[in-house]
């Protein structure tokens, strides 16, 4: 009994003095010593122990809301080498909020594209409370960097992803010459669709791009939307014969997510990629031909192949269950 009171008083007296520290810390803040505290945290958040860094972490974001004349130390630490510090300076500026909206906007056109960029990104978690930043974040659409042009867009769908300017105000960069950042815009896309169908257009133009990583994405995504995309099926059936597996395999999974396509009218399209030479077309090949229910049995053959087979032991495996699924009872 008594080694149970002892380690209940060292846990009641280790929370009394955390709770003691971050009031002497918020003491001091009052008193006009914030930028020594939030110096002193962000050095703390570099300790070699975990459960310090925890500590630092912890009061620099119970403290952010208060912390109005740290901005500058909290934009160094965003470029700082250690990750926790950048995530833990982003997290607090967000909870700074709308007040520090201004400062963070004028960030986005200063000579660091490292933290242009990473500005671009906090404020598209802050939300719909970023919205003093919107002229500034369209203006970052025509940035030197093709990273912050991309952490902009997205910034502003997250945003407003209610505003119709939006559609027109992405759709040039639909010819960036970087196929990673259409892939970006993309899935930026995806959420201004949830409020915009008519967003659609700008997938269905992306799922006709001459990067297959792009058409990929864009077929995904159309996918994803379901129903709210019908009128995207003429799109999606002609990247039923992409020069790409992968997005021959993908289209067939968003009709069948869509759900206008019979069923036996896909299942070719599958056959076929269960003997490309690309294993991760085969694996995607069994996963959706597991979605096709009976409609899929006239892959059984090739499925059967595939479980004993191939030389892929996850193919195997995942032959072997799909085989299961689409078999007939008895």
């Known amino acids: ?25 918020a003491w001091t803040m009052v008193c006009g010593q914030e930028e020594t505290v939030i110096r002193r945290l962000f050095e703390q958040l570099r300790s070699s122990d975990p459960l310090r ?41 967000v909870r700074i909020g709308p007040k520090v909206v201004p400062d963070l906007a004028k960030v986005l056109t200063g000579p660091s594209k490292a933290l242009r960029r990473r500005v671009a990104v906090v404020l598209g978690q802050m939300g719909p409370s970023a919205k003093a930043a919107v002229p500034a974040l369209e203006k970052a659409l025509q940035d030197a960097d093709a990273d912050t042009r991309a952490f902009a867009a997205l910034a502003l769908v997250r945003i407003s992803p209610e ?10 960069l639909l010819n960036e010459p970087d196929p990673h950042l259409r892939v970006a815009l ?36 159309l996918g994803r939307l379901g129903k709210s995309t019908k009128s995207a099926l003429p799109t999606l059936r002609r990247r039923l014969a992409d020069e790409h597996g992968l997005v021959r395999v993908s289209a067939v999974a968003a009709l069948l997510q869509i759900g206008e396509t019979p069923r036996a009218e896909l299942v070719p399209v599958l056959q076929h990629a269960l003997d490309d030479r690309d294993a991760a077309v085969r694996r995607a090949a069994v996963l959706v031909l597991k979605e096709c229910g009976m409609a899929g049995q006239p892959a059984l053959l090739a499925l059967k192949r595939l479980a004993e087979s191939d030389p892929d ?7 072997e269950q799909t085989l299961h699924t689409l078999r007939p009872p008895g």
Not at 3 to 20: N, Y
Not at 163 to 171: A, G, S, Y
Not at 186 to 214: F, T
């Open 186 to 221: 993309v899935y930026a896309v995806e959420l201004l669709a949830q409020q915009q169908p008519e967003a659609g257009k700008l997938l269905e133009l992306a799922s006709e791009d001459r990067s297959w990583e792009v058409r990929l994405a864009a077929v995904a995504v």
């Open 163 to 172: 505003r119709t300017e939006l559609v027109p105000l992405l759709k040039p």
């Open 313 to 319: 032991p996850v193919i195997r495996s995942l032959a």
């Open 1 to 25: 009994m008594l080694p149970k009171r002892i380690g209940d008083f060292l846990r009641q007296a280790k929370t009394f003095c955390l709770g003691l520290a971050f009031i002497v810390s």
């Open 53 to 93: 860094r925890g500590e630092a972490a912890r009061d620099l974001l119970q403290l952010a809301p208060q912390a109005t004349q740290s901005l500058e130390m909290f934009l160094e630490a965003l470029l700082d080498a250690d990750e926790t510090v950048r995530q833990t300076a982003a997290e607090a500026l």
